[in-house]
């Protein structure tokens, strides 16, 4: 048995304060997941022929999962799920996110590695929830079964972070803030629970940490919802994305619990998955939100998104902007409402999308 109260998303609309937009409308199929499991959508758009490629978390597949792919000519669809995995030789992997350098596009995800065999005596690395690596391929197409592996990204276990939810920034010189080192022209963000977001320098081509990755690691923010009831996981901080708009380096992150609790009930409006922002004019921080508070020391955080009329718990997020659009646009995966039970579709997460205005300096739903 399983129970959610939706007051507290009511009572924050019947307030006037947080009204979001509902997802833009997706001709056709809504990209999604069939059964119950996080999509973490990875959007990027092909420079040869303009096409979208998404790529999720998707069927389960021993002690992790496996891609689920669509293209789509258009962001608003329709979209075409692919037949094949992009990759398929027995490696189950999950949290995608996908990046594009010098002419090569580079998917970078989450797997299960064995820590103890590697040294590691702190028990919890052999815990599926804290055994996480993050490793990198490469493909000049996209397409299913051109990605070649690179290994995993030999980043220390520590029991301060868990090595998943990796997003990358790639620094120009002509890009503000203090990061003219060569060392720092690639920066790889991650981490989930534990004490928050964390960033390592990648070396150039990013398929590795440069050689003094782990002694640069910068911790980035930490952020915990106000408790409406107990979250069996605290400080549910994750999903790190960094996208530069004028000035600023805009920190995105999911905070929040993205699934039911181990007791299956969903935590309320405030404790679901939502989509936060911090801002800073260096992308490797010090962050702060719209009121000034420090995101790592004063768990900051402005909210972008939450969960409201047929939406819940929305997260898992990236920005981009394209011509098609003509301005920054936010992606995610929420979860349905069910119109019939006002309440949260058991197998289904949903790809959404909405346009971003940032005339104010801080970007809003439009």
């Not at 307030?15 to 997941?33: R, S």
């Not at 420079?47 to 069927?59: A, H, I, P, Q, V």
């Not at 922002?277 to 955080?301: K, N, Q, Y």
Request: hydrophobic share 35%.
């Amino acid at each position: 048995m399983w129970f959610l109260t939706l007051y507290s998303v009511a009572g924050l609309l019947a307030c006037g304060t947080l009204a979001w937009p509902a997802p833009e409308p997706i001709v056709g199929t809504i990209p999604h997941n069939d059964r119950e499991i996080t999509m973490d959508p990875a959007l990027i758009r092909r420079r040869s022929d303009n096409k979208f490629f998404l790529f999720t978390t998707g069927e389960h597949k021993g002690e992790g999962y496996v891609v689920l792919q669509w293209t789509a000519d258009s962001i608003r669809g329709p979209w075409t799920k692919s037949d094949k995995p992009a990759f398929d030789d027995g490696e189950p992997w999950n949290a995608p996110y996908v990046h594009f350098y010098k002419g090569t596009y580079y998917l970078f995800y989450s797997n299960q590695y064995d820590y103890p065999s590697a040294g590691v005596a702190n028990p919890e690395a052999a815990e599926y929830w804290h055994g996480s690596s993050i490793s990198v391929r490469t493909s000049r197409t996209l397409e299913p079964g051109s990605w070649e592996p690179h290994g995993r990204l030999n980043i220390t276990w520590s029991k301060r972070y868990n090595i998943l939810d990796a997003s990358l920034l790639t620094l120009w010189d002509r890009d503000p803030g203090e990061h003219k080192s060569p060392q720092q022209q690639h920066l790889l963000t991650f981490g989930s629970y534990q004490e928050g977001l964390f960033q390592v320098p990648l070396a150039d081509p990013p398929v590795e940490l440069t050689a003094d990755a782990i002694n640069r690691m910068t911790r980035l923010a930490t952020n915990s919802t106000a408790a409406s009831r107990g979250l069996a996981h605290r400080n549910p901080t994750e999903a790190a994305y960094i996208f530069r708009h004028g000035p600023y380096y805009f920190l995105f992150f999911s905070s929040g619990r993205a699934t039911r609790e181990p007791d299956d009930r969903w935590a309320g409006a405030g404790d679901a998955y939502k989509i936060m922002v911090c801002r800073s004019r260096d992308p490797r921080g010090a962050f702060v939100d719209r009121a000034g508070r420090d995101c790592l020391t004063e768990g900051g955080g402005t909210m972008v998104l939450g969960s409201h009329d047929g939406v819940w718990a929305p997260g898992g997020q990236g920005v981009m902007s394209t011509p098609e659009i003509g301005a920054p646009f936010i992606y995610y995966h929420y979860v349905p409402i069910d119109p019939e039970t006002n309440l949260p579709q058991r197998e289904r997460y949903n790809f959404g999308w909405n346009k971003l205005d940032f005339r104010s300096g801080w970007p809003i739903l439009v």
